[in-house]
């Protein structure tokens, strides 16, 4: 049974109140038996009211001392214990978060127990992790920027060097390099500026009722030619007349983007293939294909802003690594959910509300 700290707290007190309670009353009979003994040295079984009402009041007088003094003791006591359970791991989680601050996000904080404390000390170490992937991812990021921006401009000035050298001639096959890596740097900047605006509080979908089948097939022409020029088959399966209420064109892009990046990963004689299940309120649609697939230990973060696995996501497949981002991003915003599975080939799932 898990006892939180006010739980705790207050039975602590209760120790305390009941701890003098029973101190008074264990003083009380204590100082009333001394003086009756008192009371019957000095008149043996006379009455005297005198003398029983003095010795009554002095009785009641000690206790009441013994009582006060040893409440404060015990008080102390209680106060230095409560002090030193409390304050011990707050110093800890105040250094903790010092270090933080400082940069050190390898500090961790020993959290036993399972009361509000040591949640926050979880918390704390959540944090900490979660400070440090982004710390990767922020590196990586920035390395990933510069190589997607220096290849494209190397080969860029390489080509319109030459030609001004007029060790090239400006053939058509060299202009249309030249443009490809043009538009390699359009692309890159037009996804960084994507991000930066779906981040915004501003952003807002434009929705209405769609015929989803409308929208795969006008998703599956844009895709269709660099299909058929790497040679990697592309099925839709047959599947009901849907609507749905979403912004046309983000769901577009939503499917272009998984389309285009399953693309990159399948191999020539390859496969994908789209399907769709109508799921009461809502509707599944799944994009599997026939790629290498990702490993385990990079499937939490293929959804992370310039993220990609070190063996099958990589710079040679093209891509800034954003494209997932934005998918991510963009179904959410329509109330839906993505997820990736991958054993044989990838599986990207979405689920999107009908209304």
């Not at 043996?44 to 029983?52: I, K, S, V, W």
């Not at 230095?80 to 601050?101: F, H, V």
């Not at 400070?131 to 997607?148: F, G, K, N, P, S």
């Not at 991958?342 to 990207?348: E, K, P």
């Amino acid at each position: 049974m898990k006892f939180g700290l006010r739980y705790r707290l207050s039975l602590v007190l209760l120790s305390a109140v009941v701890g003098t309670l029973l101190l008074a009353g264990i003083s009380l009979m204590a100082e009333t038996h001394y003086h009756f003994h008192l009371y019957q040295e000095q008149y043996g079984m006379d009455h005297n009211l005198q003398g029983l009402t003095f010795h009554l009041e002095q009785a009641l007088l000690q206790s009441m001392m013994w009582t006060l003094l040893g409440a404060f003791v015990l008080a102390a006591v209680i106060s230095l214990y409560l002090a030193k359970r409390l304050s011990a791991p707050l110093i800890e989680m105040k250094q903790a978060a010092e270090k933080i601050t400082r940069g050190d996000l390898s500090v961790r904080i020993h959290v036993p127990g399972s009361d509000e404390l040591s949640e926050l000390g979880r918390a704390l170490n959540h944090l900490a992790e979660q400070l440090q992937q982004q710390e990767r991812l922020r590196v990586t990021m920035t390395q990933d920027i510069a190589h997607d921006l220096r290849t494209p401009l190397a080969t860029l000035k390489s080509h319109m060097q030459a030609m001004l050298d007029q060790i090239w001639e400006p053939t058509p096959a060299r202009l249309r390099s030249c443009y490809e890596e043009t538009e390699r740097l359009i692309t890159l900047v037009a996804d960084l500026e994507q991000l930066t605006e779906m981040d915004s509080p501003h952003f807002r979908l434009h929705r209405k009722p769609e015929n989803l089948a409308a929208l795969i097939e006008q998703s599956v022409r844009i895709v269709s030619a660099a299909f058929l020029e790497k040679g990697v088959r592309l099925a839709v399966q047959p599947h009901p007349a849907l609507c749905l209420n979403v912004d046309r064109d983000r769901l577009i892009q939503i499917l272009v983007n998984v389309l285009s990046n399953s693309l990159k990963f399948t191999p020539e004689g390859g496969k994908v293939e789209i399907r769709v299940e109508d799921e009461n309120g809502s509707v599944l649609i799944t994009v599997q294909d026939t790629g290498p697939g990702i490993a385990p230990e990079d499937l939490p973060y293929v959804f992370e802003r310039f993220y990609r696995a070190d063996k099958s996501r990589n710079r040679k497949s093209g891509g800034g690594g954003i494209g997932l981002t934005i998918v991510k991003k963009l179904v959410e915003a329509h109330g839906g959910k993505v997820w990736i599975e991958s054993d044989n080939g990838t599986i990207v799932s979405i689920r999107l509300p009908k209304e």
